[in-house]
């Protein structure tokens, strides 16, 4: 794994976001339309269908890159990407949540 510098890692815009609406997308397996509030309100694609229902992703909250360049996937513009860890094999993901509450947009340092 290639090292970054401390000034690269500064550049990212890590945020507590709040899932406010989870959609399936037409014809993809794995991908869900989340609609998050980050202190703003935006549009993610995330590959989480086939670790979380719909309904457990709703009102949860996550942690989101947020100054990523936006990029379009299955024809929808994604404007972030949520943090997960996964196991070697991909049988195991698990969100990155906060473990107390804090107001949506808190920005992670």
């Known amino acids: ?24 997308i037409e014809g993809a397996d794995k991908l869900y ?3 998050i509030d980050a202190g703003d309100e935006r549009t993610i694609v995330a590959g989480i269908k086939l670790f ?14 947020t ?10 513009m994604s404007h972030g990407m949520l943090l997960a860890a996964s196991n070697e094999d991909k049988t195991t993901l698990v969100l990155m949540i906060p473990d107390k509450d804090i107001p949506n947009g808190s920005k992670v340092s």
């Open 1 to 24: 794994m290639e090292n970054i510098t401390f000034d690269m890692f500064q550049a990212m815009d890590l945020r507590v976001a709040q899932i406010k609406e989870c959609d399936d």
């Open 33 to 35: 339309r989340l609609t």
């Open 52 to 65: 979380y229902s719909k309904e457990e992703l709703i009102g949860k909250k996550i942690m989101v890159v």
């Open 67 to 76: 100054n990523l360049e936006p990029r379009k996937l299955r024809g929808i």
